[in-house]
């Protein structure tokens, strides 16, 4: 991707190189046998069953993301935190600016009308002792203004609110340059620190978990990670999906299975479109099969909300237990008409 002057952004520059513990899904035959954990109510997923799916959160509603339309991460630090690209998927936690706005604006406010009322039910009965009527007035006339204060400060221009409340954090990343899973974890609230913990995606063993609401209605679903060694290392997809089915939940796991097999090309959706070059792998693939480097932006929404709805039919087929071939795009129905003569004139040069 090059500015409108013509320069090379430095993603561009930053190619991925593969280190030596990158994910492979051989990996899975090749290591120790592991026993799997025993979660109530969670199915232990398959590997290496790709089918080329994705979740439809990664297709629906994304024309005007990839045409720049919409921009739902524009903080910097933020950027810096949440990544979605060729070489991680990293995803953050607010920790304490979340929690404590909500906490200080809560208690700002409660704080500032009690001290409030105080202080007019002393105007109305005023007590004999000026002294104890002049520091009565301090108190509550501090108090309110405490009170409006922590309120009205997550307000504030925001290195003042990230001063006080701290910023997003990441909180998972997974490597596909090098295979492996970053968990952080935090002070509860506090949102400091306190450790990280670094294990191979490939020692991480799947789940499909229905998620229940105390009256015992389904409430959507999930895909847990665990460790084989220790069930309490463990991540799900929740912040990186939004999984409304079953059919998706499975489409989530064979997405990310493919994201992190660096024997495979990256998955064939929007939100990698721009970086698809970047992966050895990847560029590879799309020179083979002869992909256009811009796939989905060349899609009318008409088109791109075609596609999508045709991958959730396959995928809720697939959930419904039909054995199919796995997934194919049709990559010549965006090509240019001098495309298409390029790619026959490759082709009748390649027969000859």
């Known amino acids: 991707m090059r500015d409108e002057e013509g320069t090379t952004t ?31 109510g969670m199915v232990h997923l398959p590997h290496r069953d790709y089918r080329n799916v994705n979740p439809s959160t990664y297709t629906e509603d994304i024309y005007d993301v990839i045409h720049g339309g919409e921009d739902n991460l524009e903080d910097d630090d933020c950027l810096q935190s949440y990544q979605f690209n060729s070489r ?33 039910d002393f105007f109305i009965d005023p007590l004999p002792n000026q002294i104890k009527n002049t520091e009565i007035l301090i108190k509550y006339g501090s108090l ?46 506090l949102g400091i620190k306190r450790k990280t913990i670094i294990k191979p995606f490939s020692e991480f063993i799947p789940y499909l978990h229905q998620l229940v609401t105390p009256t015992g209605t389904g409430a959507g679903w999930n895909v847990i990670l665990a460790h084989k060694d220790s069930r309490r290392i463990s991540f799900g997809a929740i912040g990186m999906a939004n999984l409304k089915s079953r059919g998706d939940a499975l489409a989530f796991w ?28 990847t560029k590879a693939y799309d020179e083979m099969v002869g992909r256009p480097a811009k796939y989905w932006k060349r899609m009318t ?36 008409p001098h495309e298409q003569k ?11």
């Open 144 to 189: 309110t203004v405490l009170g409006l204060f922590s309120y009205c400060i997550q307000f504030m221009p925001r290195p003042i609110t990230k001063f006080f409340f701290g910023d997003v954090v990441p909180h998972i990343q997974m490597s596909r340059q090098t295979g492996m899973v970053t968990i952080w974890k935090y002070i509860p609230i």
């Open 88 to 120: 991680m998927i990293r995803t953050i936690t607010v920790s304490r600016s979340m929690v404590i706005p909500i906490i200080a604006s809560i208690g700002g406010l409660g704080l500032s009308f009690i001290s409030f009322l105080m202080f007019l």
């Open 254 to 281: 064979d997405f990310l299975q493919r994201y992190m097999d660096v024997e495979q090309p990256l998955p064939d959706s929007p939100i990698f479109e721009t970086v698809r070059h970047l992966d050895p792998t």
């Open 10 to 40: 430095a993603m561009e520059e930053r190619s991925n190189t593969y280190a030596k513990t990158v994910y492979r899904g051989s990996l899975w035959e090749e290591q120790s046998p592991y026993q799997p954990h025993t979660f109530s």
């Open 301 to 336: 929404k008409a088109q791109i909300d075609r596609r999508s709805d045709e991958m959730a039919m396959y995928i809720e087929r697939l959930a419904s237990g039909e054995d199919l071939p796995p997934f194919e795009f049709d990559y010549e129905a965006m090509l240019t």
């Open 342 to 352: 390029q790619r026959k004139r490759a082709k009748k040069n390649s027969d000859a």
